[in-house]
């Protein structure tokens, strides 16, 4: 078992690392390239959005074909999309590599997460699913560092290269190590009956607006360290460390706390996310100040991430697959949103500076959203529980208790994965 998560891990670590890598570089990117900082920030953008577009069709046209067969395929499309990156001669070969990468990244990760809890069995698939969650930590506590680092010592191109390689290491893994399940028998159209429910596409939303206050800070986090609190270049990686060792603790702490009662997580969280965006941008002038706000921001960001997949899952616990690669889309539209925002900031007459505002303005946008979702369950009428079951109920979170039943009521003719609800994000 620790093999087979393990090659997991590596790849869902390679992916991660791919899409986060550019926002450590982007002075790097833009100098080499002659672009300006916020067209470089388009490859951030130009990710999250083939994400929006490219895993709910992924996931549709893939349905029933088996699921190592389809690991190792959207494995091998994303090592090609990364040549193509360490290869790319100029700004536009870049970003079509960052695009081929991008439209295999939603489906691949909602597959793993799916994977993983099947691997272990009912009743033993949460510490399983859970650990996948490490690939993406790792992708931020060394990918982002190791990218920036190699960025301005050898070439941009390096972290690309590398990605590659290791991806291709994961396909062998994955062959050797990850057991083949039965063709799937769910079709596309049975799981597409959960968005119904406008809790769900209310929780979606939340995740939208919530990752794209996140994304607008996450893409130009290096040039405020930079740029406004003149921060040295050769501590942007230790920073980023600390940054990366952040998003492990948080994850860690709000994974606990959505435990206890997601609704009430996500709330509070996604308002701590406001005020710690509010104290970056008080903090941004001075660099030490400006660090430690940075090192917040990854703890309250990596909290209030599992509770935000943990609430869209209890919402839609039936159809598994395409309610996780939707939230990925969510968040990957959060995050163009977020660079988008961001780079127009920093284009316009506000400056760099403003981009910890603009981040704030949207995470309290899903954080008033959270806030009605949250009202409207409590006006439901008997028999429509709400996501947030206490530890009376006896359910992990995000679980529906013995007789609940889905909002539309509408009735399936299967039975779902057992799914536990600690996911990995993109996020992300």
Same mark, same amino acid.
Request: charged residues 15%.
């Given at each position: 078992m620790p093999f087979r998560l393990a090659a997991l891990i590596l790849a869902i670590f390679c992916v991660g690392t791919a899409e986060l890598s550019p926002s450590g570089m982007l002075d790097d990117l833009s100098a080499d %390239?002659?672009?300006?900082?916020a067209m470089a920030g388009l490859l951030v953008t130009a990710?999250?959005?083939t994400m929006?577009?490219?895993?709910p069709l992924v996931t549709a046209l893939t349905t029933r074909v088996r699921r190592k067969t389809l690991l190792v395929g959207l494995l091998a499309v994303f090592v090609l999309g990364n040549v193509v990156c360490a290869l790319a001669p100029g700004f536009g070969v870049l970003m079509a590599g960052r695009v081929l990468t991008a439209v295999v990244h939603g489906t691949f990760m909602a597959v793993c997460v799916v994977t993983a809890g099947a691997m272990v069995g009912e009743g033993k698939g949460g510490a399983a699913v859970a650990a996948t969650q490490l690939g993406i930590n790792l992708a931020t506590v060394l990918g982002v560092p190791m990218g920036s680092f190699l960025a301005q010592h050898y070439d941009w191109r390096a972290p690309f290269g590398i990605v590659a390689? %290791?991806?291709?290491v994961a396909i062998v893994l994955v062959l050797l190590w990850v057991p083949d399940t039965p063709r799937p028998t769910v079709s596309a159209a049975h799981e597409a009956r959960v968005f119904r429910r406008p809790a769900v596409w209310g929780t979606v939303g939340a995740t939208v607006l919530c990752s794209g206050g996140m994304f607008t800070l996450i893409t130009y986090m290096v040039p405020l360290l930079t740029g406004v609190g003149h921060l040295s270049r050769q501590w942007v990686p230790a920073v980023l460390l600390a940054y990366g060792v952040g998003s492990i603790v948080g994850n860690l702490l709000g994974g606990r706390y959505a435990?206890?009662?997601?609704?009430?997580?996500?709330g509070q969280l996604s308002w701590a996310l406001v005020a710690v965006c509010l104290l970056a941008w008080l903090l941004a002038p001075h660099p030490v100040g400006g660090a430690v706000a940075l090192v917040l921001f990854s703890l309250a960001t990596f909290a209030l991430i599992p509770g935000l997949q943990a609430k869209v899952l209890a919402e839609a616990a039936d159809a598994p697959t395409l309610s996780l690669t939707a939230n990925m889309s969510a968040f990957g539209l959060g995050a163009a949103l977020g660079s988008w925002l961001g780079g127009l900031?920093?284009?316009?007459g506000f400056g760099i500076r403003a981009v910890p505002l603009?981040?704030?303005a949207l995470t309290a946008g899903g954080a008033l959203l959270v806030l009605g979702l949250a009202r409207a369950a409590r006006r439901a009428p008997a028999g429509h529980a709400p996501a947030d079951h206490t530890p009376a109920d006896h359910a992990p979170a995000g679980h529906a208790p013995a007789g609940h039943a889905p909002a539309d009521h509408t009735p399936t003719d299967h039975t779902p994965d057992s799914l536990p609800l600690a996911v990995p994000t993109t996020e992300r």
């Open positions: %390239l002659t672009v300006s900082l990710y999250a959005l929006v577009v490219g895993g390689a %290791l991806a291709s435990d206890h009662g997601v609704d009430r997580a996500v900031l920093t284009d316009s603009g981040a704030a």
